[in-house]
């Protein structure tokens, strides 16, 4: 099945043969779509279609340049320029960039219909040619763009399960086994595929359980097959480490290297490169070199982490005026962090964060915040880190603002869940205001002042009371010694234990264990 993109500013455009292609899903299939070449570029390199259907003239990047990236780095990619300026200038550029095929605005579905089958059919002539020629007769740099290209489909899920393990033998890879992993690593920004290739090739061998090739210019994909989950995960850390240690010695390239979760399914590589995916921007944020395993950054959460699941209303309803400055860090991330560089990144978190603080807004007051009518305004706002900052603070500052006057409900549930969490978990010195407040998906200075409201003591004292309770029942139910009981308790300092415990009571630990013994 062909898999079709389109770059055009008219959105009118986009919808006709984005419906047209639709109904021809036997045929072929919608893979995406852009207003310009410079959102279209980084869509193309991610989802690596067959056909580019582009404008000539668009803002920001035109469909002529965005061609001359896509030939010099997609070779394979087919593209067909639309254009509604009939000039022998544009066409004669076209023929330049080796169109394969040049239609005038308006288009008509037959003819556009009628276009896509003729570069499918030029599509199959050629991959025809390709496999009766026999392996000897294509080019090595041929071989490698069409592996590529069916590795990368692998990891979209484009590819079915049933055609994968036909194809994968076409291409000499084995897809049968019973774990596979994926794993990512981050090439600096002067790297030479070549050199890559070359290194990790002997670092492979020929009976290799490792499968390697790019997706985009600065990240080589590690595909990884085993029999178990403790045994493909061994493979990636120690394959990963052997890479890493040549890219610096031989080469002296740092690379930062994100190991995915195992999976048991070809039709889940997906999923598994998801988690190196997120690996991968979790790593960046605190390194730019090193292996970094997905298990590696379970647990570990900020105030506000929207990596760590739940839904991203789920973790705004609750938060305060004050939080939003934390809110947008913790969204967007850091400067430094690799994916946040990417308009089109920025542009999609944006998107997402004025949708929802639109519709948790109108849930107080209908239309109080409308929603984003206009994505190049939005565009224009992530143009830059700072200025998605600044919008996405905005916003939210309305928002909260807004919730917190028409605030009429109570919080009665999260607060039962909270106390339930301090009665179960009291014993535990660690536990923190942070800790309970992120259990109940509560901004730590949002659940502190909530949390008084709703019981009349602070984190601490209600969290001092249970601790006292749990201990005047161990007094009177042992002859433990008081630095036990004070550790069972949650305390690691015996002596301050038995202050607080005098300060509550009005009488000593010890004191309190004679009076229970005599009564």
Known sequence: MMRVFIADDEEIIRDGIRNCIEKEQERFLFAGEAPDGEMALPMLMEMKPDVLITDIRMPFMDGLELAKVVRRTMPWLRIVFLSGHDEFEYAQKAVSLHADAYLLKPVSSAQLLETLGQVAEQIEQEQQQLRSAGANSRSEREEDVLREHFLNDLLSGSVPTAEAAVQGERWGLLLTAKQYLVCIVRLPENAVQEQVRALTERLCGEESEVCAFFRGSRRLVLLLRGETEEAVRETAYEFCQNLRHELCQVLGWNALCAIGTPVSRVSALPESYRTAKDTLLQASACAEDGVFGSTDFAGVQHEFDFSAGGSLAAKLRHAAPEDVPRIVEGYFGGSAAQDVQSVLYRYYLLMNLLVTASQLADEVQAGSIPPPEDPQAV????????????????????????????????????????????????????????????????????????????????????????????????????????????????????????YLFKKHVGVSPREYRSRSEEG
């Open 379 to 498: 565009l224009g706002q992530a143009a830059t880190l700072e200025g998605t900052k600044a919008c996405a603070a905005e916003v939210l500052g309305r928002m909260t603002r807004l919730c917190y006057r028409h605030q009429n409900v109570r919080y009665s549930a999260e607060i039962s869940r909270a106390k339930e969490f301090i009665r179960e978990n009291y014993a535990d010195s660690g536990i923190s205001l942070h800790m309970v407040a992120a259990e109940v998906g509560f901004s730590p200075n949002h659940f502190s002042t909530v949390f008084s409201q709703e019981t009349g003591q602070t984190f601490v004292e209600y969290l001092t009371a249970v601790r006292i309770e749990a201990a005047k029942q161990l007094l009177t139910c042992g002859n433990s010694r008081m630095s036990d009981i004070a550790f069972d308790v949650g305390y690691q300092d015996s002596h301050y234990f038995s």
